[in-house]
């Protein structure tokens, strides 16, 4: 399993930006990471999520608002969320997975850090 630290939630008005970030720890070989996101009484989604090989892929309501990206350290991602809409509100949690040094599959959740987007 990996550990999963988020950080970089909080309140905007619409039309604002931030940044979250997600660093992964462990002994493991992560080939995706990235983040969903599950407002009150709606699904979890999918936000966007960096596979193995660099393939980033977005929910369709982000694309061209918000990016992805590594970051220097490994396992490490930000995503940068700009022209929140009022409909981004929502618990953002990051996910890993991949597999152990043992070889075992895993998928890591982290806490989850709450995204607040207000008129």
């Known amino acids: 399993q990996a550990q999963l630290e988020e950080s970089g939630g909080g309140s905007v008005q619409a039309g604002g930006s931030l940044r979250l970030s997600c660093a992964a720890s462990?002994?493991?070989?992560?080939?995706?990471i990235g983040w969903y996101r599950q407002a009150p009484g709606k699904q979890r989604e999918l936000v966007a999520v960096?596979?193995?090989?660099?393939?980033?892929v977005y929910g369709d309501s982000v694309k061209d608002r918000f990016t992805i990206s590594r970051g220097d350290a490994k396992n490490t991602v930000y995503l940068q969320m700009n022209n929140l809409k009022l409909g981004d509100t929502a618990m953002y949690s990051c996910?890993?997975?991949?597999?152990?040094?043992?070889?075992?599959?895993?998928?890591?959740w982290g806490h989850g850090t709450q995204v607040t987007v207000s008129s």
């Open positions: 996910k890993a997975s991949g597999r152990t040094e043992t070889g075992h599959l895993f998928a890591s």
């Open positions: 462990g002994n493991t070989s992560i080939n995706l």
């Open positions: 960096i596979r193995s090989g660099e393939e980033t």
